[in-house]
């Protein structure tokens, strides 16, 4: 169990390629989510090659099943032997185009005067239908028919089954959208956030989902109520494909690899889903690791989403012929503890687009601080022992701290080894001017 496992963006489709591919967003092209409104990207291309790609030259049984969000069918172009009938991200859009602008107005019927509402549908309400007829539902039982054919054709296999869930809206059908009492509910400590001395973005409405200025305390309540139904219905369908695993004899000799390409803002300063920002609620993210002949063990240095992929190619005895240069084993943590790795206890994140606006922030955390590069707006430095909730951005205090400015060196170093040259430029000639005005002003005192 890795205590301290972060994304290394915020956002599906980066998150999800650093994963697949092991190298980061500036390397694969892939910096953006596909196939929203506005941005530019469609698709992961086929000449960045996946873990896909490399089992199947394995010789692995290779199945895919659920959310993809890196292109239309791209698991059945990479050679994926079983995937759902209906293929996946059909999306006919080229390059260039708007795909569906989302509808900005939907949340107006939640502002009117003397209106009460008990659900708010497109943030959380009760879903028809119950667990059989749920997503989580389908995809496991999808699952269950893959492991049952891969006991049957004797080969090691590869799957991947990829839940929609927990994401935005919280429709979460019956007995689960009732299970949590909201009034147990403990609300975020930054959920009144005033966003003062931070980046101004922060508090605009890039999406839909970012209006929340018409949820109530109690609405809040009742919605987080509902974000823990829902994980508790996904909880279900991953026991049941843990239990097909084991009906099948193989789970003894499985690796198993829970994780998600991001978190949830849930509330955190008031708001929902996700956007450009570092806050821990989007960065960190679950990730659990069973593997045969490892002893379970709780790990709490830094790891990265990204970390998966090399885990897995050395896992498998994979040959990529592009290698995941920015993706490191996480067998020796898993082996021997977190001694095991002896580099700087941190981890980095990026936000270059957020679908179709760019941003470009660079970011890195510690356990003690975190540091946010944020060329569009003023930087964050946060002490996360002293304010794990984010609420104060030392950043803006004159003068540097000698921690932020370490943290701006690891930054730098970071951007230098993984040949980030854009960025790496600009954050260069900040950190110049940056230095260079403390000099300044330390000559005046």
């Known amino acids: 169990m890795f205590r301290t496992a972060c994304t290394t963006t915020g956002l599906c489709s980066p998150a999800r390629a650093a994963l697949w591919t092991g190298r980061l967003g500036h390397r694969t092209g892939l910096d953006d989510n596909c196939n929203v409104w506005h941005s530019r990207l469609t698709r992961l291309e086929l000449n960045q090659p996946t873990l896909i790609e490399w089992a199947r030259r394995k010789g692995y049984f290779v199945g895919y099943f659920g959310k993809w969000h890196l292109g239309r069918d791209g698991p059945i172009l990479r050679g994926a032997d079983r995937y759902p009938p209906q293929g996946f991200d059909r999306v006919q859009s080229p390059p260039g185009k708007v795909d569906r602008k989302p509808d900005f107005t939907f949340t107006r019927k939640y502002y009117q005067p003397g209106a009460r509402f008990i659900e708010k549908p497109g943030f959380y309400a009760r879903a028809a239908g119950s667990y059989e007829n749920s997503e989580p539902a389908r995809l496991a039982a999808q699952a269950r028919e893959f492991l049952h054919e891969a006991r049957q054709v004797g080969k090691p296999f590869f799957l991947t089954v990829s839940f929609n ?15 949590y009492d909201p009034a147990l509910v403990q609300l975020p400590a930054s959920l009144g956030d005033s966003f003062a001395g931070k980046p ?53 000799n499985t690796m198993v690899v829970i994780t998600a390409d991001h978190g949830d803002m849930v509330g955190a300063h008031n708001r929902f889903d996700k956007g450009p920002y570092c806050y821990d609620e989007i960065m960190r993210i679950p990730l659990l690791i069973r593997a045969p002949g490892i002893r379970p063990r709780e790990l709490h240095r830094h790891v990265s989403l990204i970390d998966v992929n090399r885990t897995l190619v050395e896992w498998m005895g994979l040959e990529p012929d592009v290698p995941p240069e920015d993706s490191r084993s996480l067998i020796p943590l898993m082996e021997r503890g977190d001694g095991a790795w002896s580099e700087a206890d941190e981890a980095f994140y990026r936000y270059e687009w957020y679908n179709g606006r760019w941003f470009g922030i660079r970011a890195v955390r510690t356990p003690a601080h975190k540091y946010c590069f944020n060329p569009v707006g003023v930087d964050e430095f946060y002490d996360l022992r002293a304010d794990p909730a984010e609420m104060n951005n030392l950043a803006t205090i004159p003068g540097p701290s000698p921690a932020m400015r370490t943290l701006q060196q690891h930054l730098l170093s970071h951007l230098a080894e993984t040949k980030d040259a854009m960025l790496y430029a600009k954050f260069k000639e900040y950190l110049s001017v940056s230095a260079a005005g403390s000099q300044a002003t330390a000559g005046k005192r």
């Open 165 to 179: 869930a927990v994401h935005p809206p919280y429709h979460v059908p019956e007995p689960y959208c009732r299970l």
């Open 200 to 252: 101004a973005y922060q508090n605009e409405i890039m999406w839909p989902f970012h209006d929340t200025g018409h949820l109530s305390e109690d609405d809040w309540r009742r919605l987080i109520a509902h974000y823990y139904g829902f994980v508790t219905l996904l909880d279900r369908a991953l026991g049941e494909i843990d239990a097909a695993l084991a009906e099948n004899g193989l789970g003894e």
